[in-house]
């Protein structure tokens, strides 16, 4: 089996680009989903309810771009393919939705 050849560390494939695009959604929905929850507990603010839908629905979108990127991978990490930025999309995608739900958890409460 031939191994695909490495790109540069300095070039920016498509690859890499969808993943650099999940992982700033999912970094977004983070700060987001950290913003409501120390929010959502204060009186006279709102719910916070909106923020927690933006919150989950970044990270949702951090989350699938990010998966897709590491399923259409041909090779490991420095191929160009950007698989690593991908896991990273994955996992912080999946913080800003815990966060969201634990927001809009309190949200619901608060009511």
Known sequence: MVQPAAADAY???SGRLWSV????????GAVIGVLTLARAGRIGTGTGRRGAIVSLV????????????????????????GIVGGFV?????LIAMVLGGLALARSRRIV
């Open 58 to 81: 970044t990270g949702l979108a951090g989350v699938a771009i990010g998966g897709l990127v590491v399923a259409a991978a041909d090779g490991g990490p420095g191929t160009g393919y």
């Open 21 to 28: 695009v999940a992982a700033l959604l999912g970094l977004a």
């Open 89 to 93: 999309a994955l996992a912080v995608g």
């Open 11 to 13: 070039t920016l494939t």
